[in-house]
């Protein structure tokens, strides 16, 4: 069974913490995503990377970094938790394949709180 | 801002009834999927059409893509209580994968 998992479930940060949220696959995919989803926005796009180290900006990348040191992990930083950062974080990878991207997997997500 | 724009919000359907949402967005792209999700669950995957294709389908599921309009849709036919979830398309364009905001659909018995 394929699986996207991310480290933690819920998380409660205070305003000005660092926060790492951390994902691993285990199906060899060479592209990972991080989302940002917030209700009526549906799912905003935070950082990919195609390959190990690559990183590209998505949407949303303001307050965020990333880090991709292995295939299998991609892990998201906010540098300095604010309110705004408040929401439900997606992780998802995908193989390549000739078109790029192909079917995304998707964890079950962080929902994080910021006070 | 983001790439796909989903048309309704909102869909409410009798059960039995065909349920259709459609997907607008705005640059080229490689291919363009459709993700259903559960309330309070991840997303799932459900169809993928690729830029030189016009149409797809999988079991319930009927997928239109029109390249020059640059808007695609998913009819779901025959429609079940079980299909009562959000549905999202998205844009793969190059690597980068954009969702849209999505379509709420309530299927009532």
């Known amino acids: 069974d394929v699986k996207v998992t991310q480290s933690s479930r819920y998380l409660v940060k205070r305003t000005g913490e660092k926060v790492f949220l951390e994902c691993v696959q285990d199906?060899?995919?060479?592209?990972m995503f991080w989302y940002r989803q917030d209700p009526g926005l549906g799912l905003r796009l935070i950082y990919f990377?195609?390959?190990?180290?690559?990183?590209e900006k998505g949407d949303i990348p303001e307050g965020y970094s990333v880090s991709r040191e292995k295939k299998e992990r991609f892990s998201l930083i906010l540098e300095s938790a604010s309110t705004n950062q408040t929401s439900m974080y997606l992780c998802?990878?995908?193989?390549?394949?000739?078109?790029?991207?192909?079917?995304?997997?998707f964890g079950q997500g962080t929902r994080l709180t910021v006070v | 801002s983001q790439q796909g724009e989903e048309d309704p919000q909102a869909l409410s359907i009798q059960e039995g009834e065909n349920a259709t949402m459609n997907c607008s967005y705005k640059?080229?792209?490689?291919?363009l999927q459709w993700y259903r999700q559960n309330s309070g669950r991840g997303l799932v995957h459900l169809i993928l059409?690729?830029?030189?294709?016009r149409e797809k389908h999988s079991g319930r599921l009927r997928v239109t893509l029109d390249t020059s309009k640059k808007s695609s849709s998913l009819l779901i036919t025959a429609s079940r209580a079980a299909d009562t979830a959000s549905y999202f398309c998205?844009?793969?364009?190059?690597?980068?994968?954009?969702f849209g905001a999505g379509t709420t659909v309530t299927v009532r018995a």
């Open positions: 998802a990878s995908s193989s390549a394949g000739q078109a790029r991207n192909t079917e995304a997997f």
């Open positions: 199906m060899d995919h060479e592209n």
């Open positions: 990377s195609y390959d190990v180290k690559m990183k």
């Open positions: 640059t080229s792209i490689n291919n």
């Open positions: 059409i690729r830029s030189n294709e």
């Open positions: 998205a844009t793969c364009n190059d690597y980068k994968l954009s």
